[in-house]
């Protein structure tokens, strides 16, 4: 009884944000981080540590993934260092969440789409609903050791769905773990990253830092990839 009603609450979450941020087909997927607006988070972020030694964030574990762990907390810059969050802030009713990336060194604020983690969200609502029926996950295939394709079929799409990749405009699938975790492939990127960047890579070295050199967006709910005899692929430990 207690899982029934936790995957129907799981169910409802996942809806209400769909439904808020109406992330629908990647057709009607098309959102802009606009300069102006970075530069006055980052601005009030450097104040803000600068003041108090500490980044204005919220909470987060050693499990949060990378690019959700520095999420900034407006509540600690308003109004001090800025007088409102903005406009395209999810707490305006905006379609980003604002991050932080490298808060070590070379310290920059960046965006999550959450119509991509809306879809993400979707999806791995109807894999542990076909789990919890079935005993097992939709696997459609392998892709490497604990990367799989996902059969869109078994958990009820007509065709497989995609999400407008924030870096090339282009459609990007979806992959699935070995726990059933399920992530955007972002690999077309990061190989076009790789490419356009002329440099070489060791083996292991993660390089989804490349898809911030010259975007506002962090490749969210994103596996780690690498360079293995000249091509990207997922890292996997």
Same mark, same amino acid.
């Given at each position: ?32 981080a606009?300069?102006?607006? $970075?530069d ?8 803000y %540590?600068?003041?108090?030694?500490v ?9 949060t993934?990378?690019?959700k ?11 001090k260092?800025?007088? %409102? ?6 707490s305006?009713?905006?379609?980003f ?21 809306a ?14 029926n ?23 799409? %007509? ?9 090339s405009g ?5 992959? $699935? ?6 992530y955007i492939?972002y ?27 010259e ?23």
């Amino acid at each position: 009884m207690h899982k029934i009603i936790g995957v129907i609450i799981a169910c409802c979450m996942t809806a209400m944000l769909s439904g808020c941020l109406n992330p629908g087909s990647e057709k009607t997927q098309s959102h802009v981080a606009y300069e102006a607006e $970075m530069d006055a988070v980052q601005n009030a972020v450097l104040a803000y %540590k600068k003041d108090t030694g500490v980044l204005p964030i919220k909470n987060s574990n050693e499990k949060t993934p990378l690019y959700k762990k520095y999420r900034i907390d407006f509540n600690r810059l308003i109004p001090k260092y800025m007088g %409102k969050p903005p406009d395209n802030a999810y707490s305006e009713g905006g379609h980003f969440e604002y991050v932080i990336v490298n808060p070590e060194h070379d310290l920059q604020v960046k965006v999550i789409d959450l119509s991509l983690v809306a879809k993400v969200q979707e999806i791995k609502q109807r894999v542990e609903n076909y789990r919890y029926n079935k005993g097992f996950s939709p696997i459609g295939g392998v892709i490497r050791a604990k990367v799989y394709k996902i059969d869109f079929k078994d958990i009820g799409y %007509k065709e497989p769905p995609t999400v407008i990749s924030p870096y090339s405009g282009q459609p990007l699938s979806f992959v $699935m773990d070995n726990e059933s975790n399920v992530y955007i492939n972002y690999l077309p990127d990061i190989y076009n990253a790789y490419k356009k960047s002329g440099k070489s890579a060791n083996n292991g070295e993660d390089l989804r830092y490349l898809l911030l050199k010259e975007h506002p967006y962090v490749p969210v709910d994103s596996l780690p990839y690498t360079i293995k005899n000249n091509q990207v692929v997922f890292l996997v430990k």
